[in-house]
């Protein structure tokens, strides 16, 4: 293969090689331009082959938001390696399954996950090399080898001949039980996702990778070169995807935080002071806080200077129609919701200011290859309010990394198509746009009707007393399950059962309308701001009683 083989390591090269002085990673004092990056990542790889890591194997990645994981990502494409994204909030039984499951040989990490680790080396006999990352917390690993002192002592690894069938795999957990790797070879994955950022700037996508260069040029002297923050963590798809890797196949920085917590106003001031352009988050979950940042700012008579965002991008999560019009009062940006998984983009939403009064929460328009489908593959008549499953034929996986039972059920052929089919359900309006339903496997059936938690939430949220919710099932005699709602307050206000029950038989069907509220202090999510609905039942079971 040569630099024209679709491969993240040559699109990154190629750029590199165009825009070798424009700002590739600022992450507080760290601050690396494309060549020096694309320097530090070569004797990175030099460092994995060192110690025995040969093109196929794996390597697992536990760390924050900071400059060395995008690095040691890099640094593993440039090798012919897979790098395994690891969630920091996985406890020692997950942490030893993502690390076997997925082979891995090497693992690089924060030192203030270093007790952690220690806890469960002994059952990682396969890990070769434990490459730790100095982050001030005073946390080591005896035996594990300094991250920057290993980069510095190491010559450039020189550039090889790649193929576009290595591996890409990212990990993931919430929808598939025990956390799957879904698996993508190179020229599926970056043709796919890495043509993305220009096309949003409204121009053509290079056609192979060698035309990289010559498109960041053309960004570059239209003053267009993205700064991105992803906000939420790169750990998951839609912060490594839409928040890094979408902007920096453009040619564009990568502004980075230490996300160990969430700050909405220190969000507002780092783009205020880096002039960030692009800002990606997780729904509600992240806008909410950001939307109360905004307003609390404007009414001390400090508001912040954001003029240079231009978009806000969320993937994932429910992000309501009224957060999106308060965001839009104080920003004159694209707002780009897409509904999809790991498994796959499906669809998006845009909003602006001009077409925000016709904005609707769960309202996207389809992919051009994505269908709606029912189960057995009959494709959904549109305005026929039959639901159907969201059918993703684009950039499909090659399936879940030694799972190929789960691969063969997510992942069939209808019609001599191949595609991705996670469990969304959906209705199809006449125009082609589709009203999300929510996720057959959280459906719950009472009284034999069958209800998708996420257009009751959806309901639940326009009561300005909701900060955030989510709805299980909960077991009961006369209904099978009975509809519940777990709900913390907005600030200051208080939930009034009979209000909400009164509220949201205002916009849906009685028999949606939940029949308990359960109120928390902090409705449970992941670290990404994705649904724990196994947490939220065991509240409502517990509350039950």
């Avoid at 320097?39 to 060395?68: F, M």
């Avoid at 993508?184 to 409204?202: C, H, I, N, P, W």
């Avoid at 004159?332 to 499906?346: L, Q, R, V, W």
Wanted: glycine share 10%.
């Amino acid at each position: 293969m040569s630099d024209a083989a679709w491969h993240l390591a040559n699109i990154w090269e190629n750029i590199a090689g165009a825009i070798p002085d424009e700002p590739a990673i600022v992450d507080g004092d760290k601050r690396y331009g494309w060549a020096e990056y694309t320097q530090r990542a070569a004797k990175l790889a030099q460092v994995y082959t060192d110690h025995g890591l040969k093109p196929g194997a794996k390597l697992s990645i536990y760390a924050y938001n900071c400059a060395e994981y995008l690095e040691a990502q890099y640094a593993a494409f440039k090798a012919r390696i897979c790098p395994v994204n690891v969630n920091y909030r996985y406890l020692e039984a997950e942490l030893v399954h993502i690390i076997t499951n997925s082979d891995s040989e090497a693992l690089v990490f924060q030192a203030r996950f270093a007790p952690m680790i220690a806890a469960i080396r002994d059952q990682l006999p396969q890990v070769k090399l434990f490459l730790q990352i100095s982050d001030g917390s005073g946390e080591s690993l005896d035996g594990a080898v300094d991250y920057e002192t290993a980069l510095q002592a190491a010559s450039p690894m020189p550039v090889i001949e790649r193929s576009e069938d290595d591996l890409y795999m990212l990990y993931t957990g919430g929808t598939t039980g025990m956390p799957k790797g879904v698996m993508y070879d190179q020229l599926t994955f970056s043709s796919a996702l890495m043509t993305r950022g220009f096309e949003v700037l409204g121009l053509e996508p290079p056609a192979d990778p060698s035309e990289f260069a010559a498109s960041v040029k053309t960004v570059q002297a239209a003053g267009a070169l993205p700064r991105s923050i992803p906000a939420c963590p790169l750990m998951h798809g839609t912060g490594m995807w839409i928040g890094s890797m979408i902007p920096h196949s453009a040619g564009g920085a990568n502004i980075l935080f230490d996300n160990s917590s969430f700050d909405p106003d220190g969000i507002w001031r780092l783009v205020e002071k880096e002039k960030v352009s692009d800002l990606t988050i997780v729904g509600d979950v992240f806008a909410k806080p950001l939307l109360k940042a905004l307003n609390e700012a404007r009414d001390r008579g400090e508001p912040y200077d954001v003029g240079s965002l231009t978009k806000m991008s969320s993937s994932g999560v429910m992000w309501s129609a009224e957060v999106k019009a308060g965001l839009l009062e104080h920003l004159d940006i694209a707002i780009i919701d897409s509904i999809g998984a790991t498994e796959g983009s499906m669809g998006s939403s845009v909003t602006t200011r001009e077409n925000m009064n016709d904005g609707q929460t769960a309202k996207f328009e389809l992919n051009e290859t994505t269908k709606l489908l029912t189960e057995d593959g009959r494709e959904i008549e549109p305005g026929s309010g039959e639901k159907g499953l969201i059918c993703n034929g684009g950039m499909v996986p090659l399936g879940y990394y030694k799972d190929p039972e789960k691969s063969a059920k997510t992942f069939p052929t209808f019609n001599g198509t191949r595609y991705s089919i996670t469990g969304d359900y959906a209705t199809i309006e006449a125009d082609g746009a589709i009203n999300l339903l929510g996720r057959g496997s959280i459906c719950i059936n009472s009284g034999g009707e069958k209800i998708f938690p996420e257009e009751v939430e959806e309901a639940l949220k326009t009561h300005d007393s909701v900060n955030d919710c989510l709805v299980v099932g909960v077991p009961d005699d006369r209904f099978g399950e009975s509809v519940t709602a777990v709900i913390s307050a907005s600030s200051g206000a208080a939930i009034e059962p009979a209000e909400l029950k009164q509220h949201v038989r205002g916009c849906l069907a009685d028999y949606k309308s939940p029949r308990g509220y359960v109120v928390v202090d902090n409705v449970p999510r992941a670290a990404n701001g994705k649904a724990d609905y196994k947490g939220a039942k065991a509240m409502a079971v517990e509350w039950a009683g």
